[in-house]
């Protein structure tokens, strides 16, 4: 079974510094990653995914197999970052995500 | 429609009445799915449809739990007699197709029930 954890529930940082939220995954195949977000009173929107390479508002994930890990990262955060990010892994052959607990993210000025 | 769109967006509802949930996904979109968000407890995966079939069912917390979806669109999710431990925001999301590279999968804006 596939997992995904997720280690910070908790995470404040200043605006301007660079921020790493944690993301780490066990499955024994070749899974799909990504990260969601949900800003305040919001729905769940994708942020990135790892197939795709990109960078959106700044932010980037690489996966690193040899660690199962994707963890999220932004060299500059800022205030408009504060939000509850989710990391989650989909099966290549399967369809539903699989989240992990998700981390809180707040920037302060 | 322009997104997945979910209701009621707010439900209070007495302990052993049964609720239904609506979720109406984007046109088009083949593939559906549950979830629920407790305070504390993640994102928990409840079901999911491919057009009108159920291939995983698996996340459904007990027999209280069901959800159909009819025409390969609206789907229902609903949930009898009731307990407090079922308040959460219920999340309908949907996709082009499941499991394929690439396919995004796009959430509502959840239904809040609230079991007093």
């Known amino acids: 079974a596939q997992r995904v954890t997720q280690p910070e529930k908790l995470l404040s940082v200043f605006k301007g510094a660079p921020v790493e939220l944690k993301c780490n995954y066990s499955?024994?195949?070749?899974?799909?990653l990504f990260w969601y977000v949900q800003y305040s009173r919001q729905r769940l929107q994708l942020l990135l995914r790892h197939i795709s390479r990109e960078s959106i508002k700044g932010f980037t994930a690489d996966l690193n197999k040899g660690e199962t890990s994707f963890h999220l990262k932004k060299p500059f955060a800022q205030e408009e970052d504060s939000a509850m990010y989710y990391c989650a892994l989909r099966r290549t052959s399967g369809s539903r995500l699989t989240f992990g607990e998700g981390t809180q993210l707040t920037v302060n000025p | 429609g322009a997104g997945v769109s979910q209701s009621p967006s707010n439900k209070v509802t007495e302990k052993g009445k049964d609720v239904e949930l609506r979720c109406d996904p984007i046109s088009g979109h083949t593939a559906l799915y549950w979830y629920r968000q407790s305070l504390g407890q993640g994102l928990e995966f409840l079901i999911y449809f491919q057009g009108n079939s159920a291939p995983d069912k698996s996340g459904l917390p007990s027999d209280r739990f069901s959800a159909e979806r009819t025409g390969g669109s609206v789907s229902t999710l609903t949930i009898q007699r009731t307990q407090q431990e079922d308040s959460a925001v219920y999340l309908c999301?949907?996709?082009?197709?499941?499991?394929?590279?690439?396919?995004?999968?796009?959430f509502g804006e959840g239904s809040w029930l609230t079991v007093v």
């Open positions: 499955y024994s195949g070749s899974p799909e």
């Open positions: 999301a949907s996709s082009l197709v499941t499991g394929g590279s690439g396919n995004t999968i796009y």
